[in-house]
């Protein structure tokens, strides 16, 4: 019989790292995310694709973090409290929304690049808007879902009982691996489309070098952050495991994807030159706007 455990044995050295490195998480993403999403709303005069989804994306990432202390603090308790279950719901919503945006940016970005003719008669602000609430709407209904099964089977919360519940695992794990194998699959074929173009000058090479390794930094950042945590929860489901161990790897590697939200705001300097720009006029509204050499600097946006 596999041995479990109501409370994980860290020390109280790693305790307060723990402590710190989620106040430095809370803190940044709140200013980054806060920033981009002003920056979104009220510097920015043309709505494009990239700034919809950026936009839900940033609210997200904000979503999350202003549930995090709500959800860390719930961990502490084994009852099923309306806090817990609220906080923790929250937390859910927006990790798996966080993921289902960039899963949604990737694609745009790859019929952007690889359907061009296709992508100028069916992309719009308006249809980005679109797949935005229909996203909503299907991980908030998924989580209804997992919110009833999980007190069928004893708990909603993490901590309601020492057994991570099996519709808790099972929500994460195809809440994940989909939108894992569309994002490799896109910035795969966006990144070999992009090294098959043909090269007319040198301005348009450093425009198309720097496009490509824009598609890798996303795609390691989010097998980085949301991969270690479902391989945990992969391990334990397939082989019932539930010990300490499993625990503390699965609390190690949600804290890991806690800094996506981060690692998100960072890109969103990266991902659309737009952004940039208005990013510049907002901090000196004085400083003038350069245009782009290259129309290509655009193609992912």
Known sequence: MNKTCDSLPWSSTVSY????????????????????LWVFCRHMHRWTETRVYMSNLAAADLCLL?????????????????LCQLSQGAYLLNRYMSISLVTA????????????????????????????????VVVASSLVVRWHLGLQEGGFCFRSHSRHNFSTTV??????????????????????TLARRPVTDMGQAVVT??????????????????LPLHVVLTVQISLSLHSCTVRQALSITSRLS?????????????????????????ISPSSRLHKSHDSQSLTLS
Not at 17 to 36: D, E, I, K, P, T
Not at 108 to 124: E, G, I, N, T
Not at 262 to 282: N, R
């Open 66 to 82: 202003c549930s995090l202390p709500f959800m860390l603090y719930s961990l502490q308790y084994t009852s099923d409290t309306p």
């Open 105 to 136: 940016i990737a694609v745009d970005r790859y019929v952007a690049v690889r359907h061009p003719l296709w992508a100028r008669r069916f992309r719009s602000p308006r249809q980005a808007a679109a797949v935005c609430v229909a996203l909503w």
């Open 258 to 282: 806690d800094a996506n939200c981060c690692l998100d705001a960072i890109c969103y300097y990266y991902m659309a030159k737009e952004f940039q720009d208005a990013s510049t006029l907002a």
């Open 209 to 226: 070098s720097k496009a490509a390794r824009m598609v890798w930094a996303n795609l390691v950042v989010f097998v980085v952050c949301f």
């Open 17 to 36: 790292v723990f402590l710190a490195y989620s106040a430095l998480v809370l803190a940044l993403g709140l200013l980054l995310n806060g920033l981009a």
């Open 171 to 192: 929500f994460s794990l195809l809440g994940f691996y989909l939108p894992l194998a569309i994002v490799v699959f896109c910035s795969l074929q966006v990144v070999t």
